[in-house]
C-alpha cells in the first residue's frame, strides 16, 4: 500500500532533483537518488506513480521502454502569478513580455550594456541579431530573460540554494567558463569595488569573503522562505525588496553577475504574495550605485559570527534610504503595469 506521505516524499524529491529547466530523468536515476536519502520504494510502485503524474500532467514523458524519460512540468506563468489574474486573459502574455523586456533591458543596461530597449525586444520576441552589438551584449539579454522564466517557475514552492545557483547560471548565459569565476556557483576569490556615495566621497568596499559565502547564502535563502507573505502588498512590497537586494549586494556571493541577480531574487517574495516584481529603471542608476555605496560603505564585511549575532541586516536605520528610493521605482513599475488605475 501507499501512504500519502510517502507519495509526497517521491514528489519532493522528483521537484528538487529533477525540476530544473531541460532536465530529464529515467527509472534507473530516480531510484538511485531515492536510494541515496534512505527512500526504498519498490520499482513497481515508482512505475505506477510515474503513469499517474504524466496522466495528471505534472510530468512529460519521452521514448519508450528502457529510452523512457521524464520531465517535469512546470506551470504558465499565467497560472501562478497573482498579479495577472485582474489582467484581461488577452492581455496576459503581452503584458509578460512587456515586463520581461523591460526588466532585461534596465538590469542589463545597469551594467553597463548598450542596446537599447527596441534592440531588446527585437533580440527577444522575433530572434533578430542587432548589427555592430557585440555577440556578449546578446547573451546578456538571452541570459536575463532565461532566468526571468526561472523566477516565475520559483514562485510555487519554497526557494532552494539550488535555484539561486541555476538562476546565475542563466544570468551568465554562455559567458566564457572561468575557474575563477564559475558559474552556477559561489564565488571562489575575494571581491571588492570602488564607488562614489551620495555625498561624493569615493569608497572602496569589500564583500564577504569566499569561505563565508555558503553560510550566508544559507541565510539569506532561509529569509527569503520565513517573509510572511500575507503582510505584503503593494505599499510594503517595496521595504521588503530593499532589505533582500541590500542582503544580497552585502554578501556578494558571485565573481559577476551580483547586481542582476538581486534585482531578480528580492522580488520572489513580491510574486509570491501575488503582486508584480519591482523594476528599477536604469535612468535611474546613478542614484541607486550610489544608496548602494551609502549603505554598503558603513558595514564591515558580513561573515557567518557577524550575521549570527546581527543578522543579515546588522543596522536598520541604514536600510530607510534605499526602501523609499525602492518605493518609487515600484509606483513607476505599477503604473506600466495598471495603466488605467493612474498608480
Same mark, same amino acid.
Given at each position: ?17 529533477? %525540476? ?14 531515492? &536510494? ?45 502569478? %497573482? ?9 496576459? &502574455? ?17 551594467? %553597463? ?29 538571452? %541570459? ?113 553577475? &551580483? ?7 528580492? &522580488? ?76
Amino acid at each position: 500500500m501507499e501512504y500519502k506521505s510517502e507519495i509526497t516524499a517521491i514528489w519532493q524529491v522528483v521537484e528538487r532533483q529533477y %525540476g530544473r529547466v531541460d532536465q530529464s530523468f529515467n527509472l534507473p536515476e530516480l531510484r538511485e537518488v531515492l &536510494n541515496s536519502l534512505n527512500l526504498d520504494i519498490p520499482e513497481r510502485t515508482l512505475r505506477r506513480r510515474l503513469l499517474l503524474w504524466v496522466g495528471e500532467g505534472r510530468l512529460a514523458r519521452t521514448g519508450k521502454k528502457r529510452g523512457t524519460r521524464y520531465q517535469v512540468i512546470s506551470p504558465e506563468p499565467t497560472q501562478v502569478l %497573482g498579479f495577472l489574474q485582474a489582467i484581461d486573459p488577452s492581455r496576459r &502574455n503581452a503584458l509578460l513580455s512587456l515586463i520581461r523586456d523591460r526588466w532585461t533591458h534596465a538590469s542589463t543596461a545597469i551594467e %553597463g550594456n548598450t542596446l537599447s530597449l527596441g534592440d531588446t525586444h527585437a533580440i527577444l520576441e522575433l530572434g533578430l541579431t542587432i548589427s555592430g552589438k557585440p555577440l556578449r551584449e546578446h547573451q546578456e539579454v538571452l %541570459g536575463h530573460a532565461r532566468a526571468i522564466d526561472l523566477l516565475y517557475r520559483m514562485v510555487t514552492h519554497p526557494v532552494s540554494v539550488q535555484n539561486v545557483l541555476d538562476l546565475h547560471k542563466a544570468v551568465q548565459h554562455e559567458i566564457l567558463v572561468d575557474t575563477l569565476a564559475p558559474l552556477g556557483a559561489w564565488k571562489v576569490e575575494p571581491n571588492y569595488t570602488s564607488s562614489v556615495t551620495s555625498s561624493g566621497e569615493q569608497v572602496i568596499i569589500e564583500y564577504a569573503a569566499p569561505d563565508n559565502v555558503p553560510s550566508l547564502m544559507d541565510a539569506f535563502v532561509r529569509a527569503i522562505n520565513r517573509w510572511d507573505l500575507s503582510a505584503i502588498d503593494p505599499a510594503s512590497a517595496p521595504a521588503c525588496y530593499a532589505r533582500l537586494h541590500l542582503a544580497f549586494v552585502y554578501i556578494h556571493p558571485f565573481a559577476d553577475g &551580483n547586481g542582476r541577480m538581486a534585482r531578480l531574487v528580492s &522580488n520572489l517574495p513580491l510574486l509570491k504574495a501575488g503582486l508584480p516584481p519591482l523594476l528599477i529603471d536604469q535612468d535611474r542608476r546613478r542614484k541607486y550605485i550610489a544608496l548602494l555605496a551609502d549603505y554598503q560603505s558603513r558595514l564591515d564585511p558580513p561573515n557567518s559570527e557577524s550575521v549570527k549575532d546581527l543578522g543579515l541586516w546588522p543596522e536598520d536605520k541604514l536600510v530607510v534610504p534605499f526602501e523609499m528610493f525602492c518605493a518609487s521605482c515600484y509606483q513607476d513599475t505599477l503604473q506600466i503595469i495598471y495603466p488605467e488605475k493612474g498608480q
